[in-house]
């Protein structure tokens, strides 16, 4: 249960000037479509919500959005740009919308990237600057990656701080993960030490959607698209041959969305595995056995984060950015189900694919593109108003601001008991518990 | 406004079966991914909603999604499906969903689709009926179009029912725009006067977007991410020449939804001209010279609902479905900007793209095709569910029944004062009043 | 018949110096995949041509590639890039091949680029000139068009010599048509006037791929691919209404190969009319009219030259590069096909479709992305041993010299009896001759 | 050297009937776009070759296409299609050209499809037959794969003859590899050994393009498209990170054609290491070290059947084709370029992609589907002319007749001293040989 507390975004101060854009924001009122900045958009949204809360304070969001009024003077400040972490479609279109969005909405003209994320702010790896104008961000929407680098991993905040004082950066956006996240909280609690007034505002990056808060993070909806393609060639190929099975591993180290929805784009799928919902090898086996016998071929679609229960032998690894490694389940799974049919003497023709770098690299999809660019918008409005230590996202429909304490505090996952899980085991047909299931076949 | 009495759905009686599905639905409560059906949600999400309605009974709608008992017995029913007025990306995904659902999941084995639209359900036009199985339904979402085929306007309602009777069909589902849902309106009506148990179930279906209550129409996606590529190809074109114009008419009768978010898609425009924004061409013409003049080249992006205002004097015409014809707005656009630059004695190097056809037939990108099915999944539980005379939809990522009254009472448009309309204008940078832009660049 | 005279290519002098490849050509002779610059690709390879030329010469072209040997020292000229005419997918990767090759493989350092055309050269539109390096064209070959601005029509040939001369370029790569080959050929004639060494080398562009002796034209694989979609787009829009005709006018003045190609490529074409294949509307008509009433819709593909003579009466009119502009005969034959329905009192929903600039403005595909490297590589190499007055192409398989007089001096056309045509005719199931076959179905 | 005899067809019988599509082949002689029946294409059109042949017989094809006269009656006949091995694009284009061209142009009424390969023909695996009619094959162009399903290996000809002459099949159409046209070879030579009148006629099926004298097998162009998405996006991932390295596997166990040609295709490539290039590692590895050190990032692409020479140790395995499995040198090459960075001390940060399902299972792109129609009734033509032990291909853009002994007996390979491999040298700048390039560099 979220406290209506942890909803409210800090801001730098409270003094204010007259925005460049308040000519576009003539009388804008709280519509179906806009919600005025004295206004607040609602947590939850159902009818249970407004019962539960009764007399007590309803949770709800700050709209995102440009103000009349704004803290920074856009012709005195600098900006930087840092993004950080795994590469995800979009990254450039975020750079791009920011600097557009920066020196022809507001007429900020000092805008630098730093290079390899965090890396490029500390000395330790050498500082590297790029200058980023409207001309040299012009078409590098349609490469994927991003123009800047990045790396995985924090660098000491009080270095990055150092770095920013020394450079006078007054504004710095950050787009990474729920780690890099993390690292821009110490910025911002470093920056307030000091007491400065930097604003540090983050564009969430998740190809998994996992984080939490911001309705669908960026990139997804092209991640999946293109998982969609090799679920669709698994199928093509598990259906060409005699027993053929195609096992496709896409990525999810906590969150089932990416397996979720691109096995529903299609609809090839006969089976979907995901972190957020417990299964036994023990029951699927047999259970997947029956299948190919029955109907020729089978198609399971596994997010990497599932099943890791099977692999809890594995010595603990890090990555670079403190994550926990994960066990290669896909891997895991391929071997379990070659030495299960040949224990059964069944024949089986199995082709593993797992497509992950074929998903992160590629440009975003006309509707990753334009959503990169309003969450661009509304991160540049954000800080122009002076707003920090928080993120874009949107939820239900309307921009909002999310305090990145919240952000960081769960992890956004496919809900068993909610609507997409459901339509996926109505799409697949596979049992909820595949032990029980498999006793009606046995 | 809307009356909260509006947003309540008809259903067809009040006794219940156990559903086949009810395995799936252990012990669902309202979640943030799953509204119960014993709760609602909101039509507004705002603090300013709940404010105002203070002891007043808050608009809310009906969820969709399975229940746990049901009105129809799946073994005994008959299902029949058609698909009207034009093609727009999905509609095969549509009807693949049903089939699927009502098949897996309910095992109801009769379904037939009609052809034609409702000409395929009346006499005059020769019935024409197709049986549907999964086996018939299984690549058609890889085409675009509609294996029913389809035709625009409705035809006699007491006829339709006659034939529904005829049939033994129990539940209808129709694909189709705010026309065909009046028809689906008048048949219900029909129904219920001869006191019949037929479910009308509506997926609506609008290419423009402009269907209220229902979030985003399905096939919108595809058909702006089409639409963008389009923009780009006359950006190319406008960029390689010397003082070249790119002028690209999209859809939107009503709205300029695909107009705006196909500008933003690539951000290549510099004007989008729309129906719900009013605007002068003495105002506009002379601000695209100047801009041709100064950056060698422009791009405008103009929805075929505007500047109609221009077209009065044309005779009015009506197509089949009885909506009113428009006049060509590009056409008429295209003439005037090259007579303008003839009497500047400016050269100009004009190319005009009028991409519709290209767009309304393309298959459903994997967004629109999860869309798709998730849709036609709410639609055949709504059905198995005793509803009637309502369109599904998804509000605010909630899937929902929608009265067709309501559905069919206004058009969903761009909030000139929203914030979709704010990205356009913060991306493009065209002025919100050419008028007054015009007395600045003189 | 041509004389083997033709096939031979202006030399600049006789002089050579050692090549920076030479490394890489160890001991190449003739094989099945390169052809020695010692031999010669025969224009013809039936054993019908050896017979009748026995004891005469055989034509034969010089073959493409690097030299061991070359005539300009790359370390001290400077070379000149221009493109012409309309656009045409693949423009890009030319230009940035010739600047790869230059630069990489020979250490040529001074290239520029000039701009809008041949208009670029001259005084009196302005000389355009960018300068044009590896990291400058890194990645254009993502984007349709041509970096460098296009122009139609030729201008003074001394004027652009004049240009030349004063900018100290020693070699000029002119990227364009039948039209800009000519102007290139009197480019080259005006220096050979002054006796200067500056190589004249062209790249033919035609998207229609009408240009004769050069194998196939670059973009042309792109075009016809995307021509598809449209053909394809207007199937989906006949077959999903009663009575569809779909009608899609494709690119080709003179040359019927974009409406063949495409309309092999998915199948669904009914009938192809080209420029080469004579027909007769009073034939076609009634053929038209019961293959709709038998099969319920037809599609129709027309290239944009055929039938002119039908529209004899329109008046003469010439574009900027002085092609005779062609009457539409597209929207005469949608004229004629809607009135000859009506005449007969039979119902049509007819869908005209003519996607030019969708299919110019494209970037090429990955075929047409490594045809336009190697051209620019043989171009390049061409030039640096002194070739002028010359295109390059690839004749069976081998790059080849084609002396542009030989290029300009007739069409690339449709051969009515060759095997392509009759794979459509085999494809389509059209009758040879439509009044014939409609003496048939009377 | 090919001996001319070697280039002859066998034939059935010298009796013909007059072919139903004669009226469509009114007076063709041999013309620059089409070879007539009685002349013959030259193998190799050089004047080197012709100089060498003075006075002997020149190699030559015979030409495909129609014949005037044909040797089997169409109404009679009753054809069989399998398709054999691994999956490749356009499968399904052919299958469906050939029953397109049977049924529509020749008026053979019985076809029949054979399940899962050779497999299907014989009794131990239970012979699997479809009928195939025009309508079960109109959109199966669309998908990958092969709608009667594949599997490796031969099977007992004289099984397969039993079989044939069972079902009354007169004509075999073989669609598969070199394996599969040997074991096509031992159909024919049983057949024959009975004295009957059945054809078998191959389509050669190559993904690696490494079946000699077809000049460019169906398929692969689609390939090296998709292949080139891989190198890109290896690109972007090397491209992001500091010290980045992208290392693609493509396919190709003997030739390098399809890593030649995607590596061209967008240019990313630093190193195409391929089976007809020897090279040595501890040439190549300095020199990689030394690029990722001056340029911060490099993308190598391996042909799977590069390097084997460094896999000798690992135990010989032969696939169920009898194809030797090849050791996998990608994953080789990635640990030995792991540990080359680590004992240097160097950092490193490799991406491994092998994308080789995601290839073979596309549908054909638009060229590839023209070509497979184009191939698909030259085969048919062919066999209705009573050619057997043979395969169709295009040899300098003439479709011709191969006979399977010479089309069996060597591999086309990428000639290291012909034009494509020249290209690609002078594309990634790549050295002729690492060990003299590394001591430059040291």
Redesign the interface.
């Known amino acids: 249960m979220v406290d209506p507390a942890q909803l409210h975004v800090r801001v730098l101060g409270e003094s204010r000037i007259d925005s460049p ?1 308040g ?14 900045e004295t ?4 947590l ?5 919500m ?1 019962a539960a809360r009764a007399g007590a304070e ?1 949770p ?1 969001f700050e709209p995102g ?2 103000r009349r009024r704004i803290f920074f003077d856009p012709s005195k400040i600098k900006v930087g740009i840092v993004t950080c972490g795994g ?1 995800c479609p979009g990254l450039n279109d975020v750079i ?1 919308g920011l600097v ?2 920066l020196n ?2 507001y007429g900020v003209s000092r805008i630098i990237g730093f290079r ?1 994320g965090y ?1 490029g702010m500390v000395a330790r790896h050498g500082r590297g600057i790029v200058e980023l104008t409207p001309t040299s961000v012009e ?1 590098i ?6 123009i800047l ?3 995985r991993g924090n660098q000491d905040p009080d270095e990055i701080v150092d770095c920013l004082e020394q450079l006078g950066v007054n504004v710095l956006f950050v787009i990474g993960g729920d780690g890099s996240m993390r690292g821009a909280q110490k910025i911002a609690a470093a920056v307030a030490g000091r007491e400065r007034r930097i604003a540090v505002v983050g564009v969430p990056k998740t190809i998994d959607n996992d984080i939490p808060f911001i ?1 669908q993070s960026f990139g997804f ?1 092209t991640a ?2 293109k998982a ?3 679920i ?3 199928h ?2 598990a ?4 027993n053929g099975i195609g096992l496709v591993q896409l990525m999810g180290r906590h969150s089932g969305f990416i397996a979720s ?2 096995s ?4 090839d799928a006969d089976y979907v595995l995901i972190p957020e919902v417990p299964f036994s090898l023990e029951g699927f086996l047999p259970y997947l056995r029956h299948r190919v016998l029955t109907r020729g071929h089978a198609l399971v679609v596994v997010a990497e984060g599932a099943g890791q229960d099977y692999l809890e032998d594995a010595p603990v690894r890090l990555d670079a950015s403190g994550n926990r490694k994960l066990g290669d389940f896909g891997v895991y799974l391929r071997d379990r189900i070659l030495g299960d049919f040949a224990s059964a003497g069944q024949e089986v023709n199995l ?1 593993y ?1 797992d ?1 992950s ?2 998903i ?3 440009p975003a ?3 990753d ?2 959503y990169c ?2 969450l661009a ?1 509304a991160a540049v409005h954000a800080a122009m108003a002076g707003r920090t230590e928080m993120v874009v996202g949107q939820w ?4 909002v601001h999310v305090p990145i304490p919240l952000a960081v505090s769960s992890r956004n996952q ?2 068993p ?4 899980w ?2 996926v ?3 697949t ?1 596979q049992p ?1 518990n595949f032990a029980a299931a498999t006793r009606l076949i046995a």
Do not use: C, W
């Open positions: 854009l000519a576009l924001l003539p009388a804008h009122g709280t519509t179906e479509h806009y919600v005025d206004d607040r958009v609602l939850d949204d159902t009818l249970a407004i309803v709800s959005g440009a590469i791009r557009l969005t022809n909405q390899n890396q078409y929407n349609e490469h994927g990656g991003t680098g990045t790396s309705g909806q999946y698209a969609a393609e090799s669709r060639a698994a093509v190929e259906a060409a041959q005699p929805y691109a529903l784009a299609n609809n082709k694919i497509p770098y074929a992160r690299s590629v999809n006309p509707y593109s334009v660019l309003r918008q239900r429909g309307r921009f496919v809900d008991d909610g609507d997409l459901m339509s085991l109505e799409a047909g909820g």
